[in-house]
């Protein structure tokens, strides 16, 4: 028997090394655990979170959509894009809400998904923690922005195809690819795994379990006693909101592009739980609040020009049924709320009540706010807390709860109080 030549052995070798390398691509592609190439075929990404920014921007190349949401995770795992409440004329719904996410990140995938298919409508979600931070645009340019279709200022991104071939090998060539598509294949029948909608939203399936485990009111505990230590933190260290907030610039991008476009924008403040407004008038923080309000529609108004009655903002914070609802007892662990998952986080049923209600097809909540109307919505906000903490409400919403450690309840990344 003669020996291999050298020659003859390294072609072999090579051979079954691009085998190898095109079967794993295309299995992984077939798979497609992070929704790079939309193949569709398996509904269920339980590591799709790994890499969520990588899969909302190609997501949304595909989307064509006419809605875009923006915003972090409340607005994430709360608006539903296949919710019935959307209106035919504003399907199809993509949303693009990231956890942890910030306006900067929400204006660049809003330049990308003009780039692409420019919307019609843009909903944006704003919460007063992101305004308070000192979080501003990033000086380098990183894989994030590199994928998107166009550079900060707008033009063409030059850097996209160098980008587009390393997320190739990323998601299809990686061994990091290969466990996350084969992690894929074995929980597609699993109701508790984690995984994004084509439209990206999260519906959160594992939540499920941990509350069945820990009870829901541990998660209020838990993450409530966060949000208070950060409230904590900020009114000893308070930030203005006023001019130079990089939040409000962010906000004036995103309300300035919205009008270059003629596209129609809804601006939201998400809906807190009573427990958490309390927080802010327990911190001191209540007239911040409200001046966060005021400073936010002189941003509108100014950025949006002569193209104001494009936009639309809406006030959800409120003391009423809906946010005084009732916490589980300690040591329920059936009981589920139908409003809200924590303190800040809401349900997917109190987001199709927002939906109706800005798509002016549904019933009453929270307000249309503008610069003639937002005091009398202060206002109203303070009747409504004085006459519901004085009407048999007072223990749901400023009841004392106490955490230890042994307590500690492992919640879903998605409402981790880190924001």
Request: glycine share 6%; hydrophobic share 45%; net charge negative.
């Amino acid at each position: 028997m003669s020996a291999i030549s050298p020659a003859r052995y390294l072609a072999i070798a090579a051979a079954v090394v691009g085998a190898l390398a095109i079967l794993t691509a295309a299995f992984n592609i077939y798979v497609d655990p992070y929704r790079m190439y939309g193949t569709d075929r398996l509904p269920v990404k339980p590591d799709i979170y790994r890499h969520a920014a990588l899969a909302k921007s190609y997501m949304l190349l595909r989307a064509h959509a006419r809605t875009v949401i923006l915003g972090n995770s409340r607005t994430q795992i709360g608006i539903d894009p296949d919710s019935r409440e959307w209106p035919a004329s504003a399907k199809p719904v993509f949303n693009a809400a990231e956890a942890n996410g910030d306006l900067f990140g929400a204006y660049r995938l809003l330049q990308h998904a003009m780039a692409a298919s420019p919307p019609q409508l843009i909903v944006v979600g704003v919460d007063f923690n992101d305004f308070r931070e000192t979080r501003r645009q990033p000086d380098s340019v990183g894989a994030d922005e590199r994928r998107l279709l166009v550079s900060r200022d707008g033009s063409p991104n030059g850097e996209m195809t160098v980008q587009l071939w390393r997320d190739f090998f990323l998601t299809a060539l990686s061994l990091d690819a290969l466990r996350a598509s084969v992690h894929t294949m074995l929980d597609q029948h699993d109701p508790a795994a984690r995984t994004m909608t084509k439209d990206g939203f999260n519906p959160l399936h594992e939540f499920g379990p941990i509350v069945a485990r820990a009870g829901l009111r541990q998660i209020f505990l838990q993450n409530g006693a966060q949000y208070a230590a950060r409230l904590r933190e900020q009114a000893a260290s308070p930030i203005a909101a006023g001019s130079g907030n990089a939040e409000l610039e962010h906000l004036s991008d995103i309300v300035r592009l919205a009008a270059e476009h003629k596209a129609r924008l809804i601006v939201f403040i998400q809906p807190y739980h009573a427990r958490y407004l309390e927080m802010l008038h327990d911190q001191g923080l209540w007239p911040a609040f409200v001046a966060w309000k005021e400073a936010m529609l002189a941003a509108i108004d100014a950025a949006a020009g002569p193209e104001r009655d494009l936009v639309r903002v809406f006030d959800f914070t409120d003391y009423d049924d809906v946010s005084t609802e009732r916490i589980p007892d300690a040591g329920d662990t059936r009981s589920i709320m139908r409003w809200y998952l924590d303190p800040t986080h809401y349900s997917r049923d109190l987001g199709d009540l927002m939906i109706a209600c800005m798509m002016g097809a549904g019933p009453v909540l929270g307000a249309e706010i503008d610069d003639t109307t937002i005091a009398a919505n202060n206002a109203r906000i303070d009747m409504n807390r004085d006459r519901l903490l004085g009407d048999g409400h007072e223990a749901m919403a400023t009841e004392p709860l106490k955490l230890t450690a042994r307590d500690k309840v492992a919640v879903p990344p998605a409402i981790q109080s880190s924001r």
